[in-house]
Each structure stands twice: as structure tokens, then as C-alpha cells.
């Protein structure tokens, strides 16, 4: 059996974004996955922490915390903040909406996530912050 995790925590700046993509990939490679895998996480990864600072932390500074679980062939990703948190999770998670009013945000983060991880799951307390878990089997082939 494989067993193995890790804890990430940085500031909500945009410039950390990179740094968790590229931390995240490094580590879940021990799983030896495709670059398509691989492309996935990082992109869903990507998005979760592009919420936590566009929309969690909108006013303000604050951590975001990472943790990544390996076991046997499975990663689950966590990703925390203690931002504004979300009034109505469903209506957050529905394609086009968003919170951010620049015009420069499509609403798309939670589809994304969606569509590349094989499982997410977000719980969120308004003023207390947000948690974002994704899972992904790897080596799981579909048609």
C-alpha cells in the first residue's frame, strides 16, 4: 500500500498560484501519471486556489491552505480558506455564475474542477471560509 501527504499553506496573491500548481504536480507525480492526469490536477487545482483568492479573500489578505493525500493509486486534494465563504454553494456551483462584478471572471471554476477531477466536493460557512476536496483515481482509464 501507498501512503503519503502534504501541507502547503500561502498568501492569497495571485503570483502563489503557480507555486501550488507546480508543488502539487511535483508531489502527486510519485503516482506516475499520464501528462493528461497530470494536466488535470493541475488545472483543477488551479481553479480552487483562483477562487480562494479572487472570491475568498476579495477584500482582503489571508492563508490558503493545501493539503494533498496520496493512497495507492488515489489523490485527494484539499484546499481551505478562511475567506468570506460562500452564501449558497449550489448556486456557486452552477456554470457561469460568479461573484466577481470586473467582467473578468467567467464563472466557470467549479465546472472545471468538475470536469477534470472524478470528484469534488465544497462546504462553506459565510465569514468563516471555504473547503474545496477533490479526488482523482489514477491510472483510471474510460472511454
Known sequence: ??????????????????FVRAAVSAFVSQLDPTLEELADIKTAV????????????????GDIM?????????VKITVTDNGCGIADVKEAMQPLFTT???GERSGMGFTVMETFMDNISVNSIV???TKVTMEKTIGLRTL
Open 1 to 18: 500500500m501507498r501512503e503519503n501527504s502534504a501541507k502547503i499553506t500561502v498568501m492569497s496573491r495571485s503570483e502563489n498560484e503557480s
Open 46 to 61: 488551479s481553479e480552487a486556489v483562483t477562487n480562494s483568492i479572487v472570491h475568498g479573500y476579495a477584500e482582503k489578505k
Open 66 to 74: 493545501i493539503d494533498i493525500y496520496i493512497k495507492d493509486d488515489k
Open 100 to 102: 466577481n462584478t470586473d
Open 127 to 129: 465569514d468563516v471560509g
